[in-house]
Antibody
Framework: EVQLVLSGAEAKKPGESLRISCKGS????????INWVRQMPGKGLEWMGR????????NYSPAFQGHVTISADTSISTAYLQWRSLRASDTAMYYC?????????????WGQGTLVTVSS | DIQMTQSPSSLSASMGDRVTITCRAS??????LAWYQQKPGKAPKLLLY???RLQSGVPSRFTGSGSGTDYTLTISSLQPEDFATYYC?????????FGGGTKVEIK
C-alpha cells in the first residue's frame, strides 16, 4: 500500500526556521515526483513545487520560489519542505502528494497533512 | 499562469440528485485536468484525471467531460458520502493551478 506520512504539527515564531518531512512507503520512492501543496485556513489548494527524487530536480511556483526549499533523501525515502524564515502568513496545512506518473502532474496519493502555525 | 474558475462555489443538493460542477481554464489545457474531493480535516482524494479517466476505486457515478477550456464533473446520484468540497486542477503548464473549490452541502 502506497503511503505518504508527514511529520507532526509545528508551532513556530516569525523568523524561525522549519523543515517538515514526508516519508514515502509501499512504492519505489525514486520513481515518482513528490509535490507540495499549501492550504491556508478555510481556503483552497495551492501548488508550491515538486521534486524528482532521482536527481533532486525541482520546480517551484513563482509564488513560493525563494521562500521555501524542497529537497529529498532517497536513502530514507523522504522529501522535505523547508523555510529559513517563517512568516505569520505561512500558517497553513501542508500536504505532500505523489504524482500519478512522471509525465502528468496529478496526484494519486496524498499525505495526511501537517499543520504549521506561525505566531508571535 | 492559467487561472481555473470553478462554479458554483457552493451548492445545496439532496441525496439522489444529479450534480454538475464546472471548471473553466483561462486558456486551453488539452484535457490535462484532474478532479479531487476533499472532506473536512482530510487530504484531497483523486477522482478523475485526463478530464474523464476515473481513478481506480472511485465509484462510477463520478464522471468528467470537457475539452479546450471548459470541463465538468458530474455526480449522477448524490450519496451521503459525496458531501464534500471538490477541486479541479490543471496540469497542462507550470505553475500548476487549482480551482477555488465547490462545496456540496446537504439541502
Amino acid at each position: 500500500e502506497v503511503q505518504l506520512v508527514l511529520s507532526g504539527a509545528e508551532a513556530k515564531k516569525p523568523g524561525e526556521s522549519l523543515r517538515i518531512s514526508c516519508k514515502g512507503s509501499g512504492y519505489s520512492f525514486t520513481n515518482s515526483w513528490i509535490n507540495w501543496v499549501r492550504q491556508m485556513p478555510g481556503k483552497g489548494l495551492e501548488w508550491m513545487g515538486r521534486i524528482d527524487p532521482r536527481d533532486s530536480y525541482t520546480n517551484y511556483s513563482p509564488a513560493f520560489q525563494g521562500h521555501v526549499t524542497i529537497s529529498a533523501d532517497t536513502s530514507i525515502s523522504t522529501a522535505y519542505l523547508q523555510w529559513r524564515s517563517l512568516r505569520a502568513s505561512d500558517t497553513a496545512m501542508y500536504y505532500c502528494a505523489r504524482q500519478g506518473n512522471n509525465y502528468e502532474s496529478f496526484y494519486d496519493h496524498w499525505g495526511q497533512g501537517t499543520l504549521v502555525t506561525v505566531s508571535s | 499562469d492559467i487561472q481555473m474558475t470553478q462554479s458554483p462555489s457552493s451548492l445545496s443538493a439532496s441525496m439522489g440528485d444529479r450534480v454538475t460542477i464546472t471548471c473553466r481554464a483561462s486558456q486551453g489545457i488539452s484535457s490535462s485536468l484532474a478532479w479531487y474531493q476533499q472532506k473536512p480535516g482530510k487530504a484531497p482524494k483523486l477522482l478523475l484525471y485526463a478530464a474523464s479517466r476515473l481513478q481506480s476505486g472511485v465509484p462510477s457515478r463520478f464522471t468528467g467531460s470537457g475539452s479546450g477550456t471548459d470541463y465538468t464533473l458530474t455526480i449522477s446520484s448524490l450519496q451521503p458520502e459525496d458531501f464534500a468540497t471538490y477541486y479541479c486542477q490543471q496540469y497542462y503548464s507550470f505553475p500548476l493551478t487549482f480551482g477555488g473549490g465547490t462545496k456540496v452541502e446537504i439541502k
